[in-house]
């Protein structure tokens, strides 16, 4: 059975920086590429960042670009996401989701998400 | 960046109602397109990729149609269980983008 785990989320002041991290079992982590995605409360849903299955390709949304950092290590099954010089506007759920495959880049598993709170 | 408009915004219907919802995108996305259904409290679930194939154990009562710019959710015989918010996706062109979302609700 397929499970990611979200960690890390919390209340950060503004300017702040927090890691979140994703725990993947139930498949063969190091062969999908994986996403962020976040949803601001009573909000829809918006992509973050992507990255390859091997790390060697990363994407982000203009409104994290610069700030936020994904990565992975396979050997320990695990995603990451590193935000800093957080804002307001950063405050959501994230979510961890893996892609369904190379060529077809629709999520077939999300995770339960991390509520990040950006506040003073 | 590719603009999903989902209409209409909120749907009200009754169980055993047939329900149509609608996805349009600025530009063609050709069939990389998804729908995601959320319930309160709960992360999203897969239900339709490839604009028409439904996922792992998603009942057949739903249907995805369209290629290019026009999609479709269609939902034949509403259960109770499927009053949720439904959002379409396209997974075409980086960044992947997502409509706002229709509040399918009990009338």
């Known amino acids: 059975e397929v499970q990611l785990v979200e960690s890390g989320g919390g209340l950060v002041q503004p300017g702040g920086s927090l890691r979140l991290s994703c725990s993947a079992s139930?498949?063969?982590?190091?062969?999908?590429?994986m996403d962020w995605v976040r949803q601001a409360p009573g909000k829809g849903l918006e992509y973050v960042s992507g990255?390859?299955?091997?790390?060697?390709?990363?994407y982000y949304a203009d409104s994290v670009k610069g700030r936020f950092s994904i990565s992975r290590d396979n050997s320990k099954n695990t995603l990451y996401l590193q935000m800093s010089s957080l804002r307001p506007e950063d405050t959501a759920v994230y979510y961890c989701?893996?892609?369904?495959?190379?060529?077809?880049?629709?999520?077939?598993?999300w995770g339960q998400g991390t509520l990040v709170t950006v506040s003073s | 960046e590719i603009v999903l408009t989902q209409s209409p915004g909120t749907l009200s219907l009754s169980p055993g109602e047939r329900g149509t919802l609608s996805c349009r995108a600025s530009?063609?996305?050709?069939?990389?397109f998804a729908w995601y259904q959320q319930k309160p409290g709960q992360a999203p679930r897969l239900l339709i990729y490839?604009?028409?194939s439904r996922a792992t154990g998603i009942p057949d009562r739903f249907s995805g149609s369209g290629s290019g710019t026009d999609f479709t959710l269609t939902i034949s015989r509403l259960e109770p269980e499927d009053f949720a918010v439904y959002y379409c996706?396209?997974?075409?062109?980086?960044?992947?983008?997502f409509g706002q979302g229709t509040k399918l609700e009990i009338k």
């Open positions: 989701v893996k892609k369904y495959a190379t060529g077809s880049y629709h999520y077939d598993f």
């Open positions: 139930g498949f063969t982590f190091s062969s999908y590429p």
């Open positions: 990255i390859r299955y091997n790390g060697g390709f990363t």
């Open positions: 530009q063609s996305v050709s069939s990389y």
């Open positions: 490839g604009a028409s």
């Open positions: 996706q396209q997974y075409g062109s980086l960044p992947y983008t």
